[in-house]
């Protein structure tokens, strides 16, 4: 399992890169092997500005269907164009090709209720 040090993780296990004003947000490593095979990633809220922990888009397995939320309070800039084409990309490389959004994020106080590589890895292991 893969945890990057200079990521922020949810308890939702999504995970956010800041990048100067800009974020990158996607679902972890482990989120992707729990789900298995992703066959399509839904985000209709490109931009529309929302709050931290609201539901910004859908994913979608074989079986199921799960919520992404939003790490942070922020606009949704941009969404991936490339998992139209190859939703695989979220399993395969979950943290680079298979980022979800690009936001800008509103209140950089809500880095601050986020977790740490090592945090986030201790709650997986509970």
């Known amino acids: 399992m893969n945890y990057p040090e200079n990521l922020k993780y949810t308890s939702e296990h999504e995970w956010i ?5 800009v974020a990158y947000v996607g679902i972890t490593d482990y989120a ?4 298995g095979d992703i066959v399509f990633v839904d985000i209709t809220t490109e931009g529309e500005t929302l709050e931290q922990n609201e539901v910004f888009g859908t994913i979608e397995v074989v079986k199921t269907v799960s919520d992404l939320f939003l790490p942070v309070s922020g606009e949704i800039l941009e969404q ?3 998992l139209a084409d190859d939703p695989s990309l979220v399993n395969t490389d979950p943290y680079g090709k298979g980022w979800l959004v690009k936001i800008r994020p509103t209140n950089m106080a809500d880095f601050d209720n986020l977790l740490d590589a090592a945090a986030y890895k201790a709650l997986i292991n509970e």
């Open 17 to 21: 890169r800041l990048e100067g004003d």
């Open 32 to 35: 992707q092997e729990q789900l």
């Open 80 to 82: 991936n164009d490339e």
